[in-house]
């Protein structure tokens, strides 16, 4: 049972556009969100957080969105880079708990 | 920042020998390291919490005889993948918990088990 989903599995964008890419969950509990960068034969490399008591957070370049009513959260890069390209993984922590749920993650190819 | 090392980055063996995989935190004490298995095109799957001093608490499905899992300091877990077979080919990564903030989760860079 897949509890965090991204279901877009590949995003291309021009190099200077902005790249959305959305992750949904299911469990209510989730408190807290995080992004990763990964890269092929990598660990996945922190990106960007989020609380549940909170709807945005930024950090230069990458804001993360959540909407808990929908159990919704969105990445943004802007502008992106092509060194941006990497696939990007959602993922959840719950409430008490102190393990991480990944969703499948987005490949995210940014042309030049 | 938080480094988490893992090693081998890569390994083939024979079906039916072992193969033990470190995670260490080289600059932060973990007193709790996760072990996840990523499967091509597919999402990290955790697949056992390992706290330091304690037997490791698997994830349904998960054969905890098959995947031993030793924390035995506060620096170092190891993952053994006992009796390897083909269908344990996959990509295995490392997580090590500093308990605290946003850096809780330092990832180490994993290990590609190829099983022939």
């Known amino acids: 049972d897949q509890q965090v989903k991204q279901n877009s599995p590949s995003l291309s964008v021009q190099e200077g556009r902005i790249s959305i890419l959305n992750c949904d969950y299911t469990?209510?509990?989730?408190?807290?969100f995080l992004w990763y960068k990964k890269y092929p034969a990598e660990g996945p490399t922190f990106l960007i957080s989020?609380?549940?008591?909170?709807d945005k957070n930024e950090d230069g370049r990458f804001t993360v969105f959540l909407n808990k009513s929908a159990k919704h959260l969105s990445l943004h890069i802007v502008p992106s880079q092509p060194g941006d390209s990497a696939v990007y993984f959602c993922?959840?922590?719950?409430?008490?708990?102190?393990?991480?749920?990944f969703g499948t993650g987005t490949r995210l190819t940014v042309i030049p | 920042g938080a480094v988490v090392s893992q090693h081998p980055s890569w390994v083939i063996c024979k079906s039916g020998t072992s193969v033990k995989i470190e995670c260490r935190s080289l600059d932060f004490q973990a007193t709790t390291m996760f072990w996840y298995r990523q499967f091509p095109k597919q999402s990290l799957m955790l697949m056992a919490t390992s706290n330091e001093g304690s037997k490791a608490t698997y994830e349904q499905g998960v054969e905890k005889d098959k995947f031993l899992i030793n924390h035995a300091s506060l620096t170092l877990s190891t993952l053994t993948v006992t009796s390897a077979h083909p269908e344990d080919s996959s990509f295995y990564i490392c997580?090590?918990?500093?308990?605290?903030?946003?850096?809780?989760?330092?990832f180490g860079s994993g290990t590609r088990l190829t099983v022939v």
């Open positions: 997580s090590a918990s500093t308990g605290t903030g946003d850096y809780g989760y330092t």
């Open positions: 993922a959840a922590r719950q409430t008490g708990a102190n393990n991480l749920f």
């Open positions: 989020i609380s549940s008591i909170k």
């Open positions: 469990n209510s509990m989730f408190d807290y």
